[in-house]
């Protein structure tokens, strides 16, 4: 069964404090992997898209790195800003089409004057 | 360029009533996704449709029916209402159909069953 677990469940930091955030996955065959922030109530916005043969990318103060071997991926966000505060989905597509997409249940992050 | 546009916005509904929600994929994108989204917990995939035809589908009841029209707009409609349907109903379209493109989100619907 494909699964995508992602840690911590929530985290709490202090503005301009950099924090990182975990996505294991156990999803076959690999297609791609993305990173969504989601404000409280609102859609999913896209940050980084990712596929096998990438190991890094970044999006402004974000940066998302993959492990295709261990089936891990992490996103580091950098000087954080009090409008980081929301949930980090992470995304994992399988080939053989959008069933095969798996979300995680999201870290939800506070950032704190 | 106009995003997702999703409506209602936010509707309250009773048991055993009747729901559709509208999607309106940005231009140019002729695939279609519906996603449920309970509080609290990640989306989980509903509905794909890919030019005006079902290409995939989740593990939901019968009670959950889509279709997507000749303009690549889409409806999901959910029959019977339980409470348990009370939750956030997202769309998303993409540029590609027989795989999972980037896929841009609408604001979604939030739905309410009492």
């Known amino acids: 069964k494909n699964q995508v677990e992602q840690s911590p469940q929530s985290l709490i930091i202090l503005e301009g404090k950099n924090c990182t955030l975990q996505c294991n996955y156990t999803v076959s065959p690999f297609s791609n992997l993305r990173w969504y922030k989601q404000d409280t109530g609102r859609g999913p916005v896209s940050l980084t898209i990712?596929?096998?043969?990438?190991n890094t990318k970044s999006n402004g103060r974000y940066t998302a790195t993959l492990d295709a071997d261990t089936k891990q991926s992490s996103l580091h966000i950098t000087a954080s800003q009090l409008s980081d505060s929301a949930s980090y989905i992470c995304?994992?597509?399988?080939?053989?089409?959008?069933?095969?997409?798996?979300f995680g249940t999201g870290t939800k992050l506070q950032v704190i004057p | 360029d106009a995003g997702v546009t999703q409506s209602p916005t936010h509707l309250i509904k009773t048991r055993g009533q009747q729901v559709t929600l509208r999607c309106s994929p940005i231009s140019g994108h002729k695939s279609v996704s519906w996603y449920q989204q309970v509080l609290g917990q990640g989306p989980q995939f509903i509905f794909q449709?890919?030019?005006?035809?079902?290409?995939g589908r989740g593990n939901f009841p019968d009670r959950f029916s889509a279709r997507q029209f000749p303009n690549y707009s889409s409806e999901l409609n959910v029959n019977a209402l339980l409470l348990g349907d009370s939750a956030l109903y997202l769309c998303?379209?993409?540029?590609?159909?027989?795989?999972?493109?980037?896929?841009?989100f609408g604001e979604g619907s939030r739905l309410t069953v009492l």
């Open positions: 998303a379209s993409s540029l590609v159909g027989n795989r999972a493109g980037e896929l841009f």
């Open positions: 990712m596929t096998f043969s990438e």
């Open positions: 995304v994992v597509s399988a080939i053989g089409g959008y069933q095969k997409v798996t």
């Open positions: 449709y890919y030019e005006k035809e079902e290409r």
